[in-house]
């Protein structure tokens, strides 16, 4: 088995390799805006660290979010088109369980939360690392304070919105490293992982105006 895993549903631009048994190469880099510049050099780089060829990849894995539209639909093209090419199956994970299952909690309940921008936050409960007890949903922090209320949380959203989310912990944002080794435990016990379509969870920014008017030849 080598999995190559990626997500672009955060600010960072994450690539890792598992070979089945451990991450053998990592690459991550927080910019929210150079997604589709940052991918490809990072799956270079990952591949050159791990001293081997894409054609040697088994399978791919794509974080499928939440995620805001544009820098998510990066990384799930990304993962498609290299399907596409090798012939090998592309997973999902949601980029949500990724980051629980690299948080530092012993025990929960606990709460992963994402920024969602618009004073908002992508976010879901958790039993432990591996469980995730509620779906994931996008509110404005003020609005779910009461459901999350006395829960440890992980991630830029927690982070971001302290009076809901009082007790914070790293890592801010996913790592592929942490997906890959999820997925590969996963498919290693016979788990089927989702399809690897997108979670936006609402339309995006970019909309056509209700006043368009469209002009036809005459």
Known sequence: MLLLALDTATPAVTVALHDGAAVIASSSQVDARRHGELLLPAVDRVLA??????????????????????????????????????????????????????????????VVATDARRKEVYWAVYEDSRTRRTDPAVDRPADIAEQVAGLPAVGAGALLYPDTFPVAHEPEHVSAAALASLAAEKLAAGEELPEPRPLYLRRPDAQVPKNYKVVTPK
Do not use: N, Q
């Open 49 to 110: 660290e791990a001293g081997v060829k894409l054609d040697a990849v088994t399978g791919i894995v794509t974080g499928i979010g939440p995620g805001p539209y544009t820098g998510l639909r990066v990384g799930l093209m990304t993962a498609d088109t290299f399907g596409l090419a090798l012939g090998v199956p592309v997973h999902g994970l949601c980029t949500l369980d990724g980051l629980a299952y690299a948080a530092d909690i012993e025990k929960g309940p606990f």
